[in-house]
């Protein structure tokens, strides 16, 4: 056997350096990825001894539980009442649902026709869910009059009631029963026809009316009542000879509802009742 030159052994002694070096790498990699699981189970031991561990932990088994329980809808909370109940059926509403004071409604008439607002229980363009509004409790027919006039558009107002209501007419300082139907007039030509003429109906002077129940003998709502505001704005409009004429624009404000929804007792059909007000009593 020959001996090994000074080279050969100089090579082999960079070899062994550089497997030393890899035997140190790998050993060191291998450390580092021993700490990182035995931290992932340190964190995760803690996690499920946590709090939040244990309490989703009890949404887990709540929700499994209301899974096995023939429960239809969530509880639900009335943005009038703290009360809430349990919903049993398709049919019932909840907070979103029902109309909120302050709520203002636009309509523009159509010089072709006419407009025609719907207040109700179940129906139209603005639904109560209320078990003190009936169907079709109120409706306001309102029509363009005098549409020669290429200046100023008029205004016939009708208001036909299936429930009972009360008025309060711009000016006027008390309300009175509605009859079955009331005519009002907005035009800035006097009426002749004897019914109730304004030039326009502003918001600090709008026909105010209330919408409710039964009536009492001093002609008050016994449960509660739904308060509105009619007013109007102008504006400008093109006509088909193209000049601008004033119209208007009608506006219905809910501004009350008293003294509020009972979330609580509504019934399966999604009828919401009154707060009972001074303990029961109203």
């Known amino acids: 056997m020959k001996p090994y030159s000074l080279e050969q052994i100089r090579i082999l002694e960079e070899k062994m350096i550089t497997f030393e070096i890899w035997v140190f790498v790998l050993v060191l990699l291998v450390a580092v990825l021993l700490l990182v699981v035995v931290m992932q189970r340190l964190t995760l031991a803690k996690f499920k001894s946590s709090e939040l561990y244990k309490y989703k932990q009890n949404l887990k088994l709540i929700e499994k539980s209301s899974q096995k329980m023939e429960l239809v809808e969530p509880s639900i909370v009335d943005i009038h009442t703290i009360t809430q109940t349990h919903v049993h059926n398709e049919q019932s509403v909840s907070g979103k649902d029902l109309p909120e004071p302050g709520t203002i409604f636009k309509f523009s008439i159509p010089n072709d026709g006419k407009r025609k607002i719907v207040i109700g229980k179940r129906e139209g363009n603005i639904i109560t869910h209320s078990s003190e509004i009936s169907d079709h409790h109120l409706t306001i027919d309102i029509f363009p009059l005098d549409l020669s006039n290429m200046e100023t558009l008029s205004y016939q107002v009708e208001f036909k009631r299936e429930g009972k209501a009360l008025i309060q007419l711009p000016n006027q300082k008390d309300f009175f029963e509605m009859e079955m139907k009331e005519v009002v007039f907005v035009s800035d030509s006097p009426n002749l026809q004897g019914s109730p003429s304004y030039s326009k109906l502003e918001l600090n002077s709008p026909i105010r009316f209330r919408l409710g129940g039964?009536?009492?003998v001093e002609g008050k709502f016994k449960i509660g009542y739904f308060e509105f505001l009619l007013y109007t704005k102008d504006i400008l409009e093109r006509t088909s000879l193209g000049n601008k004429r004033n119209e208007k624009q009608f506006y219905l404000k809910l501004n009350k509802i008293?003294?509020?929804?009972?979330?609580?007792?509504?019934?399966?059909?999604?009828?919401?009742?009154?707060?009972?007000?001074?303990?029961g009593k109203v």
């Open 258 to 279: 008293i003294p509020g929804y009972d979330t609580a007792r509504q019934s399966r059909d999604g009828v919401v009742p009154m707060l009972a007000r001074f303990g």
């Open 214 to 216: 039964k009536l009492s």
